[in-house]
């Protein structure tokens, strides 16, 4: 997946997903984003600041597993600066 982030006087950590149709059929491209959301949902927690973020499916992804999926999300979280050091305290 891609990652970009939006920073600005109005952003709130909000999602954006996309899947374009280099990610497959219909069914396929609503997967993909069904999974985005699941994932980011899982691990918002890890986040921080304000900004706005945009995932974008590429072709692979509904035939990652789903551990790698979430873990590609929280990599591209860190290369952007937006992970949080720390532990979850709730949960």
């Known amino acids: 997946m891609i990652m970009w982030i939006r920073d600005g006087?109005?952003?709130?950590m909000r999602l954006a997903v996309?899947?374009?149709r280099a990610a497959g059929g219909a069914a396929q491209r609503n997967?993909?984003?069904?999974?985005m959301r699941e994932a980011f949902r899982l691990n918002r927690w890890r986040f921080r600041g304000k900004c706005d973020v945009v995932l974008v499916a590429r072709s692979g992804?509904?035939?990652?597993?789903?551990?790698?999926?979430?873990?590609?999300?929280?990599?591209?979280?860190?290369?952007a600066g937006i992970l949080q050091s720390g532990?979850?305290?709730n949960g």
Do not use: I, P
């Not at 006087?9 to 709130?12: I, K, L, V």
């Not at 997967?31 to 999974?35: F, I, L, N, V």
């Open 61 to 79: 992804l509904n035939g990652a597993a789903w551990e790698d999926l979430q873990a590609e999300l929280v990599g591209l979280a860190g290369r």
């Open 87 to 89: 532990k979850r305290e």
């Open 18 to 20: 996309a899947a374009g």
């Open 31 to 35: 997967r993909a984003k069904r999974r």
């Open 9 to 12: 006087a109005d952003s709130s």
